[in-house]
């Protein structure tokens, strides 16, 4: 069962007075001098006092120059500031942490080339500072934000010989790798993040992660980065992680690798810890409707919804289990409550139109999906359904406009819905409409997607068949149809009546005889068609009693004059 699963909810506080950052101020404060020191008419004889004294003039100015930015910044915001905070830069160029806010502050405002002039400067005097990692990292932002990726890769490389620790490097050198081409070096860059010894778990958590993305990116590499995936969570499993968010991502890197088993431990772990955190819980809903325990699933569903029972998180998905069960009304129920606790989450809305068609309520089902037209922008399965819920209520024209939407909708998001499944319900429906020219050209589009697809084939050929046209060709499509599914009673009585219109009535008596067993109940056609194929090889009381038993399903003048003739 594929399903969208999503738990998590996530709260942003903040207060808006506090800037985003706060540089650092000079690193040394000037010291004071006698007013005398100052005097532009003192004659100054020692070299090195005067190199003193220019010193602490610069220091001075760039504390004077730091101040005003910061009153600056607290009255006006930072564009004033700027200029200050770069005047204090020039005359302190060795205050690292105000380079590095600097910096940020102008890639904040998308002036990458200010924040590459001031760390390119401050690189070369960070040899041998501890600050010497977060400005290469900052200077390989920067050189990729101007489209200089070999330099930022380069850069990269020297950040993570700096800071070899720093897992973001790693990702952010392989994530450049793999979109300049170089998607063979990515593996290897990943590899010697796992050669560093770090004893946090999160770092090995998330290395595991990136492992994984690279098995989906990389299908040749996939059993390689699973293994090194799977030898990451190892590593982090025996630092014996205690933060309970760590220990959920440990869970989910588990499950990304196929191990669902220590997924499922971690998170029965977590539940025990921590009873009235819903998290866990709803970490195993998802894991067992991932893995197909649905009853497993429901358990922790109905848990949630008594925990919390404003949460629509449980209804929904409970919704999605009883709709997979076939038990609709439980589903639409469900699915009610959902929409009721959360009316702006929009998927709801077509599982619950999709309930109540599957009820064989399409009014009711109409209603759910125009009120969600009327919130939302037009989607594809909610469009869909509308299109079959009108042609159920044989509102042709309306079905059709729904269909056309919904293949808009598909053109520009999702494509790959406009399969041969999505041409074939329109090609019914215009034969239902009686427009089977239409019905014949999107039928004819849905098998050119899918040339085999039985469905198609076989309604297509009694079309052909049940109007006495190109019957080669049709008895060639119901014959494909019946060899996909033998045992579908439909196919067999088009296979029957093909034969029958070829003249070929003696064949046609064993398919029809065999699709009149197979239904689960008698079908008024069917048993039409087995009559007349009968009364043509001269088995006449047979045929009479099949008609009989057509009109008493369903009435009929013309099979009703059938018996009357044949008396």
């Not at 594929?2 to 404060?29: E, K, N, S, W």
């Not at 004659?43 to 090195?48: G, L, N, W």
């Not at 040749?220 to 982090?236: D, H, V, Y």
Request: overall charge neutral.
């Amino acid at each position: 069962m594929a399903l969208i699963l999503a738990f998590a909810g996530i709260f942003f506080h903040g207060c808006a007075r506090v800037p985003i950052h706060r540089p650092t101020p000079p690193t040394d404060a000037p010291k004071p001098v006698r007013s005398e020191a100052r005097s532009s008419t003192r004659r100054v004889t020692d070299p090195k006092a005067a190199e003193s004294e220019a010193e602490i003039e610069r220091r001075a100015e760039a504390h004077a120059a730091f101040a005003a930015a910061m009153i600056r910044q607290d009255e006006e915001g930072t564009t004033g500031a700027l200029d200050l905070f770069r005047k204090s830069l020039a005359n302190d160029p060795d205050n690292l942490s105000l380079a590095i806010d600097l910096a940020r502050r102008f890639l904040e405002r998308k002036e990458a080339e200010a924040a590459l002039e001031i760390l390119r400067r401050s690189a070369a005097r960070s040899t041998g500072s501890e600050l010497a990692g977060t400005i290469q990292s900052l200077l390989a932002v920067t050189l990729g934000q101007l489209g200089k990726k070999d330099e930022a890769m380069a850069a990269y490389r020297d950040a993570i010989r700096l800071s070899p620790e720093n897992l973001a490097n790693y990702k952010a050198l392989a994530e450049l790798q793999a979109g300049s081409g170089h998607r063979t070096q990515v593996l290897s860059t990943l590899e010697q993040a796992a050669s560093v010894t770090v004893t946090e778990p999160a770092y090995w958590v998330d290395l595991a992660e990136l492992f994984r993305q690279h098995a989906v990116q990389d299908t040749n590499a996939a059993p390689r980065s699973i293994a090194a995936a799977r030898s990451a969570l190892e590593k982090a499993a025996g630092l014996n992680p205690d933060d309970p968010g760590v220990l959920q991502r440990m869970g989910e890197r588990y499950e990304g690798v196929g191990l669902p088993e220590k997924a499922e431990a971690i998170y029965q772990g977590l539940r025990t810890r921590f009873p009235r955190d819903p998290r866990p819980t709803a970490k195993l809903a998802e894991l067992y409707l991932r893995i197909g325990k649905n009853k497993e699933a429901g358990e922790q569903l109905e848990a949630l919804k008594r925990e919390n029972p404003s949460n629509p998180v449980p209804f929904y998905y409970l919704g999605l289990l009883a709709y997979e069960a076939k038990d609709y009304v439980r589903a639409a129920s469900h699915f009610e409550r959902a929409v009721l606790l959360n009316p702006d989450f929009e998927p709801i809305y077509a599982d619950l139109a999709a309930a109540r068609l599957s009820l064989e309520k399409p009014e009711e089902a109409l209603v759910i999906l125009d009120k969600a037209a009327r919130q939302f922008k037009p989607e594809f399965r909610r469009e869909y359904l509308a299109a079959l819920a009108n042609s159920r209520l044989l509102r042709y024209d309306a079905a059709m406009t729904r269909f056309l939407a919904a293949e808009t909708a598909a053109q520009e998001k999702q494509p790959e819905l406009l399969d041969h499944h999505f041409y074939f319900q329109i090609g019914a429906m215009l034969e239902k409409a009686g427009q089977e020219e239409r019905s014949v050209e999107y039928l004819q589009k849905s098998l050119k997607l899918k040339p085999d697809f039985d469905e198609a084939l076989n309604h297509l050929g009694y079309m052909w068949a049940d109007k006495g046209v190109r019957l080669e060709e049709a008895h060639d499509m119901i014959r494909r149809a019946v060899k996909a599914d033998p045992e579908n009673p439909a196919y067999l009585d088009s296979l029957g009546w093909v034969l029958f219109r070829l003249g070929r009535a003696k064949e046609a008596v064993a398919p029809l005889q065999k699709a009149v067993r197979l239904l689960n109940e008698p079908d008024a056609t069917v048993l039409d068609h087995l009559g007349d194929v009968l009364a043509a090889v001269g088995r006449k009381s047979e045929a009479h009693e099949a008609w009989v038993q057509s009109v008493k399903v369903e009435k009929s003048d013309a099979v009703q004059r059938k018996i009357d003739g044949g008396k």
